[in-house]
Every structure is written in structure tokens, then in C-alpha cells.
């Protein structure tokens, strides 16, 4: 999948009263630590009131979004690594993540910023990170999906 095409936000998005959670998984820290990073500051710039709780694994986002839903929260900002070994558990881990996080989503009626990196190798995460020679910014553009997500909603709910 190319990062290419991806929308390129003309205003900044206004997060006020908004509670957004920000869920991230510990594997691989130097691209964690970008994909962080990203995320806090497009949540800072919009406003919004929002915490980061850390979980082991991305095998572990979903729960802990369901959690954060179950909290109150408005939005979450799902932040995971996940890079291909040899064996088939790569496939696992990233299919049980990915597939938990649309399901809590839709059962919540809630958005999450997906931003969680399947890659075969930490180039392609560190490309991706938002760190400084980094090609693209994963953590902002999830936590910026978050945000005009639940302004989306918000609207059409009336
Ligand atoms: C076990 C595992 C492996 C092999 N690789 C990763 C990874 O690249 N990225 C990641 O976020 N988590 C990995 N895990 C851990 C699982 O997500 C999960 O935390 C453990 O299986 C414990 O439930």
C-alpha cells in the first residue's frame, strides 16, 4: 500500500471537547517513540483533552480501545508496530489487531485513528515514524483521522 495520495488537511482540526485516548503498543521503541510523538502533536495543536495508556503488544490495542471507549472517551488513536518475522505469526498478530480494532470501532460507534505499521522491516517503520528524516508521519495522520472522524459523526448524528 503507497502512502501516496494521502489527504493533505488544509485547517488545522478542532479537537476542543473532545476526549481522545491514545493506545500504543511498546514493541520496536525508536518508531513508537515517532509515532508518539506525531500523534501528541496534532492532539495538542487541535485541543483536545487526551492520555496515552500503553499496552504490551499491537495484540493488545484492541482491548484496550474498547476500554477507553468504555471510559468515555470520543476517540482513540490506535499506535502499534508490528514487523514480519520468520514464522506466520506476523499474519496472526496483525490480522487479530487489525480486524479487533475495526470491531470495536463499529460496535462503539466511535472512530480510531489506525495507526498501526504492518512492514517487513524497521526501514519501512523508521520511513514512516515522523522522526526527523522520516518520509511520512503515521501517529500525526491517525490521530488527524481520529479527529475530523468523530467531527464526521458528530454532524451527521445531528
Ligand atoms: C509476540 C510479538 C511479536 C513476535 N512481534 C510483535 C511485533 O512486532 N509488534 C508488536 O506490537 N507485538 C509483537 N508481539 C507481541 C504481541 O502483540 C502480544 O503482545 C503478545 O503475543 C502477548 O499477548
Keep these: 500500500m503507497s502512502g501516496k495520495g494521502a489527504p493533505i488537511a488544509a485547517t488545522e482540526i478542532d479537537g476542543t471537547g473532545l476526549r481522545v485516548v491514545v493506545v500504543a503498543a511498546s514493541w520496536h521503541d525508536t518508531i513508537m517513540d515517532g509515532l508518539v510523538a506525531g500523534a501528541a502533536r496534532v492532539l495538542d495543536a487541535s485541543g483536545a483533552d487526551w492520555t496515552l495508556a500503553r499496552v504490551p503488544g499491537s495484540f493488545e490495542l484492541a ?61 519501512q517503520g523508521l520511513n514512516r515514524a515522523g522522526l526527523p528524516d522520516s518520509e511520512e508521519d503515521k501517529g500525526a495522520e491517525a490521530a488527524d483521522a481520529a479527529l475530523r472522524t468523530a467531527a464526521v459523526i458528530s454532524a451527521l448524528r445531528g
Design 63 to 123: 482491548v484496550a480501545a474498547q476500554a477507553a471507549f468504555a471510559g468515555g472517551a470520543d476517540a482513540v488513536v490506535a499506535l502499534g508496530v508490528i514487523i514480519r518475522g520468520g514464522t506466520p505469526h506476523f499474519e496472526y498478530v496483525s490480522s487479530a489487531a487489525t480486524d479487533g480494532l475495526n470491531r470495536v470501532s463499529l460496535d462503539a460507534g466511535k472512530p480510531i485513528g489506525f495507526g498501526l505499521l504492518t512492514l517487513d522491516d524497521e526501514q
